[in-house]
């Protein structure tokens, strides 16, 4: 859900939803500010309640109700663990997720994320051209 008002609470939204019909419908409800996600019980709940929610009125906003787009594993909804990065203008490409991971261990408050990327950087390309 976009375009919500700054003051809108969670109970306005279950409100909202619950006058249109979709009160059992509604299975989360994830406030931000001036946003929102909304998690059905059926996908065809959301699909309806986005044909039949989409430009309505809730505390004197038209708000948007949209399908969450896919993350790269394929599946809608939200990411868990942080803000969501848009890569797309990236000349890098978006990232991929692999098994292979680096733990940092023991490492000083007063070293900052530079330094730690130069460390792996020089260690790995040691490894490489071994």
């Not at 003051?7 to 509604?26: P, Q």
């Not at 065809?44 to 109700?65: C, P, Q, T, W």
Request: charged letters at 30%.
């Amino acid at each position: 859900m976009g375009r919500l008002p700054r003051d809108a609470r969670r109970r306005d939204l279950e409100d909202f939803f619950k006058d249109a019909g979709f009160s059992k419908a509604v299975k989360d409800i994830t406030l931000k500010t001036g946003f929102a996600f909304v998690e059905f019980e059926d996908y065809r709940d959301a699909d309806d309640a986005v044909y039949e929610l989409n430009e309505k009125e809730l505390l004197g906003s038209k708000v948007i109700l949209d399908h969450a787009r896919p993350n790269r594993s394929g599946f809608g909804g939200r990411r868990e663990g942080g803000g969501a990065r848009r890569y797309s203008s990236s000349r890098y490409g978006a990232p991929y997720n692999t098994d292979n991971r680096i733990i940092v261990e023991n490492l000083s408050s007063r070293c900052g994320w530079q330094v730690c990327i130069e460390i792996i950087f020089f260690n790995f390309m040691f490894v490489i051209f071994c």
